[in-house]
T-cell receptor
Framework: NAGVTQTPKFQVLKTGQSMTLQCAQD?????MYWYRQDPGMGLRLIYY???????DKGEVPNGYNVSRLNKREFSLRLESAAPSQTSVYFC?????????????FGPGTRLTVL | AQSVSQHNHHVILSEAASLELGCNYS??????LFWYVQYPGQHLQLLLK??????LVKGIKGFEAEFIKSKFSFNLRKPSVQWSDTAEYFC??????????FGTGTRLLVSP
């Protein structure tokens, strides 16, 4: 039982390049999330998927797109990377959208945009 | 929009010292409160949570937190820290949905 996995662990991009961050969970969770963590800012929600087939914007969605590929996988895409998107990205999942369910986090992807 | 403040950005303690990390939130309605911990090189994981009932909540590894509604606070405490408690601690809040709002985190260093 791996929990929440993310690939890649590290990535360096040039401004304007695109890439997709992958996230998968093996806990049969319905809800999944993408956060970014910046120094002095805490974690901020980018997008979330309350259930398979649905996605919605969080606090900082600009410059990102997401795909809930199936119940297990939730990917985050940067179409044209900018230096402001240099950050650590965390994926998380929870059993449901119910507020009492714990969110489980992946190990993070450290992205640098030059 | 709700926000969460963690005023202690860095805390250094010796082993066996007592710990209290502050957390204040800004929202006047019903809140759910969480403390997460990130040990070096590891995933963020849940320490404890408060939804309702007893305002003194006990979590894993001897941590506890007290919800004081009148002060909009949810401070984390541990009577005697260990070197293995060295980590970054995040307070978070949600107000009825699974959209967590995190504080900026407190880095705790415990010296042996």
């Amino acid at each position: 039982n791996a929990g929440v996995t993310q690939t890649p662990k590290f990535q360096v991009l040039k401004t304007g390049q695109s890439m997709t961050l992958q996230c998968a969970q093996d806990m049969n969770h319905n809800s999944m999330y993408w956060y970014r963590q910046d120094p002095g800012m805490g974690l901020r929600l980018i997008y979330y998927s309350a259930s398979e087939g649905t996605t919605d914007k969080g606090e900082v969605p600009n410059g990102y797109n997401v795909s809930r590929l199936n119940k297990r996988e939730f990917s985050l895409r940067l179409e044209s990377a900018a230096p402001s998107q240099t950050s650590v990205y965390f994926c998380a999942s929870s059993e449901s959208w119910t507020v009492t369910d714990e969110q489980f986090f992946g190990p993070g992807t450290r992205l640098t945009v030059l | 929009a709700q926000s969460v403040s963690q005023h202690n950005h860095h805390v250094i303690l010796s082993e066996a010292a007592s710990l209290e990390l502050g957390c204040n939130y800004s929202y006047g309605g019903t809140v759910n409160l969480f403390w997460y911990v990130q040990y070096p090189g590891q995933h963020l994981q849940l320490l404890l949570k408060y939804f309702s009932g007893d305002p003194l909540v006990k979590g894993i590894k001897g941590f506890e937190a007290e919800f004081i509604k009148s002060k909009f606070s949810f401070n984390l405490r541990k009577p005697s820290v260990q070197w293995s408690d060295t980590a970054e601690y995040f307070c978070a809040v949600n107000t009825g949905f699974q959209k967590l709002v995190f504080g900026t985190g407190t880095r705790l260093l415990v010296s042996p």
